[in-house]
């Protein structure tokens, strides 16, 4: 369920933080996208390295994870900033679960400059939906007490639906089997990070036990940072010849996307913790939406033809989910009520 983390016992405090962390993460990642449309250039291309971008979040998004820890927002509230630190950094053995993530997404992001080689943008984003499937399926493999009813399946499928005919254009092309495959694959590598990630935010068994949300950060922002160091010096050695050839190109703009990619990051992490990596995909399909109709007030974009039709499918999917419940109670688990008031108070 959407909303699974939450009941009516837990009060509307509870309710609150759940709703308002799926609004951050729609309003965050369509701010992004906005922004990264902004800074494309008339041919079509970007004034900087989007790969240096990537680094910088990830590093921007370890500082502060790091700036949180030293600030207390892990409890250690009579250790100096240093010690907490120093106390997270001693768990960096049990960090290695954390680069599994970091390791599918450097594999998705090389995979799309593979598919967009392929196939049209408009194609590429209609076909890559197919990643709500993935995401239900990973989730019910990987995740416990995630199991969809027939009807959240037929809920997940309209999303999926609504994602696509929300950005359908007379500009689609047709898709090559091998084409379909590589964005399958591509998809699938999305959804299986998303999982993991959640896992990762809410496993509190055994050694994980003892990392707190956001030396869970530190770790997975680590192994993303490393992960996106090693892109670069493999696809793109020249960024790193010089400081001033890894910023080229670098603007007031380059910057604040910088800063709300990594904002949008920690909401990404908040999300997963609180709710659920399918529930990230009903967000992602609420970020289409409103991507849509914030370009076309900002830049005057047209509107896709079928955008009304697909926000229907998607309201109408959110719908059945949520009225799909199976029967029985509610599942224990502190996994996805366990986040520090502190941590959520530190991202406001």
């Not at 599994?100 to 992001?109: D, K, Q």
């Not at 896992?199 to 992960?227: C, K, P």
Request: proline share 5%; net charge positive; aromatic share 10%.
């Amino acid at each position: 369920m959407l909303w699974d983390s939450w009941s009516p016992a837990d009060g509307p405090t509870r309710m609150s933080t759940t709703a308002a962390s799926f609004a951050l993460y729609v309003g965050l990642w369509t701010a992004q996208t906005l922004l990264v449309r902004a800074a494309v250039q008339p041919n079509g291309s970007y004034a900087f390295d989007y790969a240096t971008v990537c680094l910088c979040v990830e590093c921007v998004k370890l500082g502060g994870a790091l700036l949180a820890l030293a600030l207390g927002a892990d409890g250690g509230a009579k250790l100096s900033p240093c010690a907490r630190v120093g106390r997270a950094l001693s768990n960096a053995p049990a960090s290695l679960p954390f680069a599994a993530p970091s390791i599918l997404y450097c594999a998705y992001n090389l995979l799309q400059f593979v598919n967009l080689a392929l196939v049209s943008a408009p194609t590429f984003r209609t076909v890559i939906n197919i990643k709500v499937v993935f995401t239900a399926l990973f989730a019910r493999c990987l995740v416990a007490n995630s199991t969809p009813t027939v009807q959240q399946w037929l809920a997940l499928l309209t999303l999926a639906a609504g994602c696509a005919v929300s950005q359908l254009d007379e500009r689609l092309e047709p898709v090559s089997v091998v084409g379909f495959c590589l964005i399958c694959l591509q998809g699938s590598l999305s959804s299986l990070a998303g999982v993991f990630t959640q896992w990762l935010m809410q496993h509190e068994n055994g050694r994980a036990r003892t990392l707190g949300f956001w030396e869970r950060g530190v770790f997975l922002y680590a192994w993303g940072a490393v992960a996106n160091l090693l892109f670069i010096a493999f696809f793109c050695p020249a960024a790193l010849a010089s400081p001033s050839a890894f910023f080229t190109g670098y603007s007031t703009l380059t910057a604040v996307i910088v800063l709300n990619g990594a904002l949008a990051g920690f909401s990404t992490a908040l999300l997963l913790r609180l709710l659920s990596a399918v529930a990230k995909e009903f967000a992602n399909a609420a970020e289409i939406l409103t991507t849509a109709l914030a370009a076309r007030a900002l830049f005057g974009t047209r509107l896709p033809a079928a955008l009304g039709v697909g926000a229907v499918l998607v309201v109408g999917a959110m719908a059945t989910y949520e009225r799909a419940k199976p029967p029985g109670p509610k599942p224990k688990s502190s996994d996805s009520l366990a986040v520090p008031q502190a941590a959520i108070a530190s991202l406001c």
